[in-house]
Structures are given as structure tokens and as C-alpha cells.
């Protein structure tokens, strides 16, 4: 089992910068992705942005030169810088970490970070 617990959101201004924040406990095993998702009011959840074990990335058009997915392997920790916050990035922002041990899949969620930008 993995625990995923999400820290950094808040009500930030359009132009703002906010680092939201993911720790995990329990055992996660290689290959992996881990991952930021948003959901936004009446809107389905989206990838946000990935970063797998090898270090590759991906991010969602939108946020491209925006926001930056990073971890600390020693800290079990998942991070999302997000700088020059719009309106439209206004969403619950879920941390994701997906493994692949024995065959199988395993897919974790965290209870999500409430980012709301607005002037």
C-alpha cells in the first residue's frame, strides 16, 4: 500500500507562483510514473504533468513553460512548481503514483490540494 498526502495549495493572484507538494509512504517499485492530475469544477480530471522513473516528462499543453514536475527520491517526495498561475489552472490538484511489480499495476490517489487563482 501507498499513502499520498498533498500539501501547497491555496488561493493565490493571476501571475502567482505556488509549489505543491506530495509525500509518499509505503513501497513504490520500479518501473513507475508518478503524477500531478486537476480536476476543475464541472470538468473531468486531467494529467497535469508526469515524471517517470527513468526522469522522462510530460505535461499537458496548458501548463508547458509554466509548471515544472520534479521529485526528491531520498524524501519521497513529488513536487509541482506552477509559476505565473492563471484563472483556467483553478482545479483540485490530485497526486498519482502508478508501478508496475509482478505483472500487475498498481494505482494510488491522494486525497488532493485546492488551488484557486483569482484576483
Known amino acids: 500500500q501507498v499513502q499520498l498526502v498533498e500539501s501547497g495549495g491555496g488561493l493565490v493572484q493571476p501571475g502567482e507562483s505556488l509549489r505543491l507538494s506530495c509525500v509518499a509512504s509505503?513501497?513504490?517499485?520500479?518501473?513507475?510514473?508518478l503524477g500531478w492530475y486537476r480536476r476543475a469544477p464541472g470538468s473531468q480530471r486531467e494529467l497535469v504533468a508526469q515524471?517517470?522513473?527513468?526522469?522522462?516528462?510530460n505535461y499537458v499543453d496548458s501548463v508547458k513553460g509554466r509548471f515544472t514536475i520534479s521529485r526528491d527520491g531520498a524524501q519521497n517526495t513529488l513536487y509541482l512548481q506552477m509559476n505565473s498561475l492563471k484563472p483556467g489552472d483553478t482545479a483540485l490538484y490530485y497526486c498519482?503514483?502508478?508501478?508496475?511489480?509482478?505483472?500487475?499495476?498498481?494505482?494510488?490517489w491522494g486525497q488532493g490540494t485546492q488551488v484557486t487563482v483569482s484576483s
Open positions: 509505503g513501497s513504490i517499485f520500479s518501473p513507475y510514473w
Open positions: 498519482n503514483v502508478k508501478y508496475l511489480h509482478l505483472g500487475t499495476w498498481s494505482d494510488y
Open positions: 515524471i517517470s522513473s527513468v526522469v522522462n516528462t
